[in-house]
């Protein structure tokens, strides 16, 4: 008895699970983004915020979660095209990375390397011939 409820279970799991997830491509995305810009730019924000919270990206002090969303997707509808037919979040990491990197802060100049010291005149101050 146990036993067919069982296989009837794992029937119905195996049916409703999809084999593959598709990934949406970049040119679905901006289609949807036309469609749907709130959708749109929630997702974003949530990739812009994971990004920075996992420092993969660094937002200057003075740019908001909001502000680096509207630039990033200013970014998507002027350079993203060449994604098309790529992964959106391939486009998406384009944006923020490029708009947003993380780069070494400025320190201080390094010191002059050492130059080696003039030959010391040979003792007597004389030449040597």
Same mark, same amino acid.
């Given at each position: 008895?146990?036993?067919? *409820?069982?296989?009837?279970?794992?029937?119905?799991?195996?049916?409703? +699970?999809?084999?593959?997830?598709?990934?949406?491509?970049?040119?679905?995305?901006?289609?949807?983004?036309?469609?749907?810009?709130?959708?749109?730019?929630?997702?974003?924000?949530?990739?812009?915020?994971?990004?920075?919270?996992?420092?993969?990206?660094?937002?200057?002090?003075?740019?908001?979660?909001?502000?680096?969303?509207?630039?990033?997707?200013?970014?998507?509808?002027?350079?993203?095209?060449?994604?098309?037919?790529?992964?959106?979040?391939?486009?998406?990491?384009?944006? *923020?990375?490029?708009?947003?990197?993380?780069?070494?802060?400025?320190?201080?100049?390094?010191?002059?390397?050492?130059?080696?010291?003039?030959?010391?005149?040979?003792?007597?101050?004389?030449? +040597?011939?």
């Amino acid at each position: 008895m146990m036993r067919p *409820i069982m296989l009837a279970i794992a029937a119905c799991a195996v049916a409703v +699970s999809p084999a593959r997830a598709e990934v949406q491509k970049f040119s679905t995305f901006m289609r949807e983004c036309v469609r749907d810009e709130i959708t749109c730019r929630v997702k974003l924000r949530d990739y812009v915020t994971a990004a920075d919270q996992q420092k993969l990206i660094c937002l200057p002090q003075d740019v908001s979660i909001s502000q680096a969303v509207s630039e990033a997707m200013s970014w998507l509808r002027h350079t993203g095209d060449k994604y098309d037919d790529g992964p959106y979040d391939d486009a998406l990491w384009a944006a *923020i990375s490029t708009l947003y990197p993380c780069t070494p802060a400025p320190g201080p100049e390094p010191a002059p390397a050492p130059q080696p010291a003039p030959d010391a005149a040979p003792q007597g101050g004389q030449p +040597s011939s």
